[in-house]
């Protein structure tokens, strides 16, 4: 069994700045892509960034130049830097890892999502 766990989110004005992680634990051989994803009330669930175990980044439009994802592969942590927050990146935020278990299977994993709230 893996779990993630996010941790990170909370309440902040616009302009302001949030950090997220997702650690991973439990049967790991090693993990492939790691995204954040976001869910806005009324609004289907859509990927903000990823990062592959290389450290390849790939963005949403939407929060290019103000987000930042990155990962620490030896502690199986995905991290995403929120800077120049605005109202509209209001979302529960959720962690997603594509994981290869330690009996060589694949498996995609989700947390269980952490809230980021930006005020005007």
């Known amino acids: 069994q893996v779990q993630l766990v996010e941790s990170g989110g909370g309440l902040v004005q616009a302009g302001g700045s949030l950090r997220l992680s997702c650690a991973a634990s439990?049967?790991?051989?090693?993990?492939?892509?790691m995204d954040w994803h976001r869910q806005a009330p009324g609004k289907q669930r859509e990927l903000v960034a990823s990062?592959?175990?290389?450290?390849?980044?790939n963005y949403a439009d939407s929060v290019k130049g103000r987000f930042t994802i990155s990962r620490d592969n030896a502690k199986n942590t995905v991290y995403l830097q929120m800077n120049s927050l605005k109202p509209e990146d209001t979302a529960v935020y959720y962690c997603?890892?594509?994981?290869?278990?330690?009996?060589?299977?694949?498996?995609?994993?989700w947390g269980k999502g952490t809230q980021v709230t930006v005020s005007p």
């Open positions: 997603y890892a594509h994981i290869w278990s330690t009996s060589r299977s694949p498996y995609s994993y």
């Open positions: 439990g049967s790991i051989f090693s993990i492939n892509v």
């Open positions: 990062i592959t175990s290389g450290g390849n980044t």
